[in-house]
Each structure stands twice: as structure tokens, then as C-alpha cells.
């Protein structure tokens, strides 16, 4: 616990002040379906943060084992509820500017009237719409958000449809398979019934495959994984003129952020043939001052580095790819890469999270990166590390590694890390 409920409540109402001062409109934002933007305001973003961090403490100092327990009731019903109104479309049978009769969203939508009720005034207490008056239905601050940035909606339903399932199997994965590192006997497995790894059985289903894809995306521009966190955790200005490998870097999107912002570096993006196939349409629209310094090239970083590459490459950068791997896994692929730093001053830049000592950081900060933790162990058999498990995991490497800096950026949920050979 952070501190006494005194001194929690006081915690409140000095960064109220600040977030009702910080902007114009922050008194109304409170109040209205208007949505909150302090994205540009860090004084306003943070005060918002710690209210949130204090009230949740203070609820964790208050709470007895049946408020608990109770609250858990809640918490599931509720994210039935989102699951139920994504798949009827509901956010979008209900105007944005002003209230709509239930019986008339009932019948657009095609759903029965009671079921709707039902769902909608459960929503409610979590603060997704709103019943503005009886038998009314509304948009709420954030329901109306969910309406005008798909992003939101692309991450609840990978949420509600494979997250949330996969985190119920984990049990039972547990007790069928003990402490396991392969990748097909996961929580995930068990909970689609498949014996193939995630990816895997990912590429069988185009729907899934588009759903994963605008989840990833949604988590490219929520605030705490934002791309734009890569510029604040390495002095990238430092290196002049460079030659940086993307990792594992998809179609190329931190590629295209760091070479917008500096025009001396030049990428060589590598990932799978089946992923690497669909740049060309996601940078062929791209200045040709920037697409130009981009290249691709098909690569398993599982395998050794080809030598053109090892022998001119400046910085390996590897953003959200080692967390994916248990120990032994990142082990080989960090290896490869320790092998390939053969140019001077050749470093590894790792951007993933390092997880913190348990109660070191507000319990709800804490939660949300050990949501990570679990949601790792359960696709994949791996898990978001503690920095002495980096450090171990480096100097377990062949040619050994080491950490030679690190750096949290402001507002993400990652860290960069310096990783050079151990010489």
C-alpha cells in the first residue's frame, strides 16, 4: 500500500486540481460525453493518472474478502456485456448526439428488448453508455469513443473473443501440462482446441488473422505502447549516420517512425516471407526520401545472421519480440544476434517490459504490466521478465551479453534496453 487512506484522499484532490486547471475544457471532460485529450498535456495526463492510481489504492485499503468477491461478479458480467454488444453492433444503432428509446435500438439491431435492457443498464455501472432518462439510451464519454476510434473496438474484440477465453483454460493448462515451455500446450490451446502454436494456428483463419492484426494496431496507439516511445528511450541522434536491422519489424512501422526522424540512418526490416510480403502496400505510399532508406528481407531470427548483414549493421533493434520467447527460445535468438555484433560499436536495442519488484509501483500500474505477464504465459509459454532475469537471460547468451543501460520512457509501458557484447 502506497500510504494511509488520509493521505490517499489528499493525493486526489491535489491532482483534481491540477487536471480542473491544466486544460480549459478538463471541468467539462469530467462531466461530459466530451472525450478527455490531454495526449499533448503531461501535467493533465499524469494527474489523471494518479487520481486513478489513489482511487484504486484507497479501494484495496477499504475493501473486505466479499467486496472482492463481489467486485470479481461484476467485473465478468460486465466484460460479457462489452463481448454481447460488440457482437450485435449495438455502439453503432445509437447516435452520438443524443438519446435513443431502447425499443427502437432493440429493434434496429435485431435483439430481443429484455436482453438489451439487461446487458446495457450492467454496462452502465461500468461506464459504457448511459440512461439518460427511463428507458433511454445514451452514448457515455467513453462508449462514444469506442464509436469514433475503432482502435477501441479492435481491442475489446480481440479481447472478449481470445484473450478472455485463453485466460480462462490457464488452469487447466496447468494441470494437464505442469511447467511446460512448449508452445502447443498452452492455455491457448486448450481453450480453441488446437495442437498447433498460436501463430500457427493464426495463419489457418483469415478472420482471425484480421482480427489479431487491428489489435496489434489499436495496441500501436494506445497510450502506453505508442510507437512514438521508441524516440524517447535511446539517444538515436548519437549514432549519425547508421545502419539499423528491424528485428522481427513486421511491415516496417518503427522503421518508418525513426527514418522520418532521421535522415542519415538506413533499415533492413526482416521478418517471415508471409509477413514481409505485405510491405510493399503499407510503404509505397511513403515519401521517397523515407522509402527509400526502408529494405526488406526475409528472415527466421531464430537462425544465424547473414554475414553481409552482421558485418555492416550498427544497432539490432527488437521491439515486443523476445518477450514472446521462453528462456531457452530468446536464449538462441539472442545468440544469433551477439554472433552478428562484428562492426565496432555494434549494439542490441531491445524495447520490451521489464516487469517491476512486486509492490514497488501502485498496485494498478503493477497489474496492468502483469496482465502482460500472464497473457504471454498463456499464449506462448513465455512471460514478461524482472530486470534480473534480463541480465540473466544476457549473460546466458553465446557470446555473452550484457546490459549496458536502460530507460523507461515517460508514459510506456516498455523499456529500452543496450545490449553489447561482454568483452
Known sequence: MEGSLDNLVARIATSAKVLSSSTPASKAHLSTNDPVDDS???????????????????LLLVSEPNDYLEQHQV?????????????????????????????????????????????????????????????????????????????????????????????EKFTEATARWGDTSEKNQTAYNVAFGTDLPFFAHLAQSQDMSATFAAYMRSLNNSQGIALKHILGGFDWGSLGKANIVDVGGSTGQASILLATHFPEFSFLVQDLTETIANAPGVISSLDTNIKSRINFSAHDFRTPQPDSVAQ????????????????????????????????PGARIVIMDTILPEPGSVPASEEGAL?????????????????????????????????????????????SIMVVVRDE
Open 40 to 58: 499533448q498535456n503531461e501535467l493533465a495526463q499524469k494527474a489523471r493518472q494518479d487520481i486513478s492510481y489513489a482511487a484504486r489504492e484507497i
Open 75 to 167: 467485473n465478468y458480467q460486465q466484460l460479457s456485456c462489452l463481448k454481447w454488444l460488440l457482437h450485435f453492433n449495438i455502439l453503432n444503432h445509437i447516435p452520438l448526439d443524443e438519446p435513443v428509446l431502447f425499443s427502437t435500438v432493440a429493434e434496429s439491431a435485431n435483439v430481443p428488448l429484455s436482453r438489451l435492457k439487461s446487458v446495457a443498464r450492467m454496462a452502465i455501472t461500468g461506464g459504457m453508455l448511459s440512461e439518460p432518462q427511463p428507458n433511454y439510451l445514451a452514448h457515455s464519454r467513453i462508449s462514444a469513443q469506442f464509436v469514433t476510434n475503432s482502435n477501441f473496438i479492435d481491442w475489446a474484440k480481440f479481447m472478449t473473443q481470445y484473450s478472455a477465453p485463453t485466460a
Open 312 to 343: 555492416n549493421t550498427d544497432i539490432f533493434f527488437l521491439r515486443k519480440i523476445i518477450h514472446d520467447w521462453p528462456a531457452g527460445d530468446a536464449r538462441i535468438i539472442l545468440s544469433h544476434l551477439s554472433q552478428a555484433l562484428q562492426k
Open 370 to 414: 502483469r496482465v502482460r505477464d500472464l497473457t504471454m504465459a498463456q499464449s506462448f509459454n513465455s512471460g514478461e521478465r524482472e530486470l534480473s532475469e534480463w541480465v540473466e537471460l544476457f549473460e546466458s547468451s553465446t557470446p555473452r551479453l550484457k546490459l549496458r543501460e536502460w530507460k523507461k520512457p515517460q508514459g510506456s509501458v516498455m
